[in-house]
């Protein structure tokens, strides 16, 4: 900014004499508060207006001095609570200082409001983080349990391989009967661990309210081995482990079993 | 502690009360009006003297524009209109001027004409402006002449009034 030329445009003298708007006088008061030179010119113009006043000074008629006084006196003995300390200064110090002390707290306040917004991004940057943290965090705990299942289902498609591949694992082939000519059904049996696994190739839908049931049959005796649903059809189930059996059979039963098969609702059947 | 407030306050009165009696005649130009804002400019400075900031100039410029804002104001109210149309003017203009020769400093005496000798342009610029609180605009649209033309008048009359005060 050109100081010379804002000093000469005359904008000082109009804020002195009172004939610039609210808005404009307060960017007279903060180019004073910037630039010592303009704060000066307006300490001069200032005293200028004061000594054009002062000349201007008439006496006022004595008694309004002791009516004035009185009513100060009277506000003073109601406000004996001393809510506000009253200091009147009446210093004759050179307002170049005042200006430097605007100045300097104008520059005090900018800093402060800079340091406030670099204080805010700062503060989102470091919110950006923590954020981006968490997110890394979660997305290793996903990872590790992505590999923690895998390994789980590695493991169990191993186990079950060397179940089916046993020795002593034997596989039955149940197979529909007239009343549901279609479905057919895996049943591994080891006959040393007596483990039974299941897999389901396919079974209609149970309607609701009932459930497929296992049925070892040893020497013409059903033996329950346990219910199950298709829902994880496709993989192997673990069933209840059996003895001893020659045939498996699955039938239809009420939700959680049956303590004897209903026989017309056998689906599927299979010897060994 | 409060009655050294007001004699503090009293201090003040004496060094200021002839500038402000001043000040606010010159805008209302009468005496009864003068008085009640000089007793209502005082009480205010009293009651606002924590508003006093220091860093924006010297105490003695705050009094004054609390003096001119009140007087502007009452010469601006319908209560001063309503008054001063039943007033006769000639009786307000011989106070007006009698006011030179009761100045408060010996040294001023005679002020009246040192002010004379701004060009009339010039003086009447600085009366409009802070005797009777035209804003800029007002003025260039009351005297008929540019912004520009205003702002290199009131700078050249403050000069002049620079080199005498």
């Given at each position: 900014m050109n100081i010379e030329e804002y000093i000469s445009s005359g904008v000082l003298e109009l804020y002195v004499l009172g004939a610039l708007s609210k808005a404009e006088a307060v960017d007279v008061e903060v180019h004073a508060a910037a630039y010592p030179e303009i704060a000066e010119e307006l300490r001069t113009l200032q005293?200028?207006?004061?000594?054009?006043?002062?000349?201007?000074?008439?006496?006022?008629?004595?008694?309004?001095?002791?009516?004035?006084?009185?009513?100060?006196?009277?506000?003073?003995?109601?406000?004996?609570?001393?809510?506000?300390?009253?200091?009147?200064?009446?210093?004759?110090?050179?307002?170049?200082?005042?200006?430097?002390?605007?100045?300097?707290?104008?520059?005090?306040?900018?800093?402060?409001?800079?340091?406030?917004?670099?204080?805010?991004?700062?503060?989102?940057?470091?919110?950006?983080?923590?954020?981006?943290?968490?997110?890394?965090?979660?997305?290793?705990?996903?990872?590790?349990?992505?590999?923690?299942?895998?390994q789980l289902i590695i493991q169990e498609k191993n186990q079950s391989f060397s179940f089916i591949t046993d020795t002593a694992t034997t596989k039955v082939v149940?197979?529909?009967?007239?009343?549901?000519?279609?479905?057919?059904?895996?049943?591994?049996?080891?006959?040393?661990?007596?483990?039974?696994?299941?897999?389901?190739?396919?079974?209609?839908?149970?309607?609701?309210?009932?459930?497929?049931?296992?049925?070892?049959?040893?020497?013409?005796?059903?033996?329950?081995?346990?219910?199950?649903?298709?829902?994880?059809?496709?993989?192997?189930?673990?069933?209840?482990?059996?003895?001893?059996?020659?045939?498996?059979?699955?039938?239809?039963?009420?939700?959680?079993?049956?303590?004897?098969?209903?026989?017309?609702?056998?689906?599927?059947?299979?010897?060994i | 502690m409060r009655a050294q407030d007001v004699k503090a306050f009293e201090y003040l009165y004496d060094n200021y009360s002839g500038a402000v009696y001043g000040i606010i005649f010159k805008i209302v130009r009468s005496e009864e009006f003068a008085q009640e804002l000089l007793n209502d400019c005082f009480l205010r400075i009293w009651n606002k003297i924590n508003d006093y900031d220091a860093s924006k100039g010297k105490l003695f410029t705050w009094i004054l524009n609390i003096a001119r804002n009140l007087a502007l104001d009452k010469l601006r109210s319908k209560e001063y209109k309503a008054k001063m149309k039943t007033d006769d003017v000639s009786e307000n203009v011989s106070i007006s001027d009698l006011q030179y020769s009761q100045a408060n400093n010996p040294e001023f005496i005679g002020i009246k004409e040192m002010v004379e000798k701004l060009p009339i342009e010039q003086k009447k610029l600085i009366d409009l402006m802070y005797f009777q609180g035209y804003s800029q605009s007002e003025i260039a649209e009351e005297l008929n002449m540019p912004l520009g033309t205003v702002k290199t008048r009131v700078r050249a009359a403050m000069s002049t009034l620079r080199k005498l005060f």
């Open positions: 005293a200028t207006l004061e000594g054009f006043a002062q000349a201007h000074a008439i006496q006022p008629p004595a008694h309004l001095k002791q009516q004035i006084v009185s009513e100060i006196e009277k506000t003073v003995a109601q406000n004996k609570s001393g809510k506000t300390v009253k200091s009147i200064s009446i210093s004759n110090t050179s307002s170049l200082f005042n200006w430097l002390t605007a100045a300097s707290i104008i520059v005090a306040i900018a800093t402060s409001v800079l340091s406030g917004y670099f204080w805010s991004k700062w503060k989102n940057a470091e919110g950006h983080i923590i954020a981006l943290e968490k997110e890394n965090v979660i997305f290793a705990q996903n990872a590790n349990y992505q590999i923690d299942s895998t149940m197979k529909g009967l007239p009343i549901s000519p279609s479905s057919v059904a895996l049943v591994f049996w080891n006959k040393n661990t007596k483990e039974v696994f299941l897999d389901v190739k396919s079974l209609p839908v149970p309607p609701a309210g009932m459930q497929y049931q296992l049925w070892a049959l040893d020497k013409g005796v059903p033996v329950d081995a346990g219910v199950f649903d298709l829902a994880t059809a496709g993989n192997l189930q673990k069933l209840k482990s059996i003895n001893s059996a020659q045939a498996f059979a699955v039938t239809l039963e009420k939700a959680g079993g049956s303590p004897t098969p209903t026989l017309e609702q056998i689906h599927i059947l299979g010897t | -």
